[in-house]
């Protein structure tokens, strides 16, 4: 079956830095990868999409890259700031519907 | 900006209640879904429609019923509720399209608990 699978740890660093979270996905390669944003209580927002024939995407402090060799992504944080902790959901395209992971709670330490 | 609105933030029930959970979207997007999520278990799609009167079931469709009857409206029934019920539910709005490709906008969230 196809899957999504995201470091369900928390990831913790120091403002300033990069962060990096990473999207595992099994079988074969979507079309398309997504990358939300979820704060606590509330619904997640839509950050970014890459396409399977892109290798890297932009958007402002925020890349994100497909590696279908690896059948991973990357999505990147640079000069996080504390306002950038949240959970990151990385979901897959599947017949009709989206497959989400579990998604990665950053934490970003002043 | 897409606003996705749900009926209630919080929501406490006893079990064998009907329970309807609303959504309403004012963008026009022809698809909408709605999702539970729970920790450890990620969001799990409950249904889906993309268009007026129609419906597909999701992952996880027993014990849920949907109803469509105008394009920006999508209500979620639970028949009787159950405390295995008790979770955040998630409505989203997209637009025409495969529903894999497009993104989609979320509301808020109802966490809805069942005692």
């Known amino acids: 079956s196809q899957k999504i699978e995201q470091n369900s740890e928390a990831l913790n660093i120091q403002e300033g830095k990069t962060a990096t979270l990473t999207c595992n996905y099994t079988?074969?390669?979507?079309?398309?990868l997504q990358w939300y944003r979820q704060d606590p209580g509330r619904g997640p927002v839509f950050l970014l999409l890459?396409?399977?024939?892109?290798k890297e995407k932009r958007k402002e402090r925020l890349k994100v890259t497909f590696d279908t060799t690896l059948k991973q992504s990357l999505f990147h944080i640079t000069a996080s700031q504390p306002a950038d902790s949240a959970t990151y959901l990385c979901?897959?395209?599947?017949?009709?519907?989206?497959?989400f992971g579990t998604g990665t709670l950053l934490a970003v330490q002043p | 900006d897409v606003k996705v609105t749900q009926s209630s933030r919080y929501l406490v029930k006893r079990t064998g209640e009907k329970v309807f959970l609303e959504c309403v979207q004012d963008m026009d997007h022809e698809n909408m879904f709605w999702y539970r999520q729970d920790p450890g278990l990620g969001l799990r799609l409950i249904y889906f429609s993309y268009d007026v009167k129609m419906k597909e079931k999701g992952d996880i469709p027993e014990g849920y019923s949907v109803s469509r009857e105008k394009k920006e409206r999508f209500s979620l029934i639970l028949e009787s509720a159950s405390t295995n019920q008790t979770s955040m539910y998630l409505c989203a709005s997209g637009l025409a399209g495969a529903p894999s490709t497009d993104t989609q906008y979320f509301g808020p969230g109802t966490r809805l608990t069942v005692l």
């Open positions: 890459i396409r399977e024939n892109e």
């Open positions: 079988n074969y390669s979507p079309a398309y």
């Open positions: 979901a897959r395209g599947a017949t009709n519907k989206l497959i």
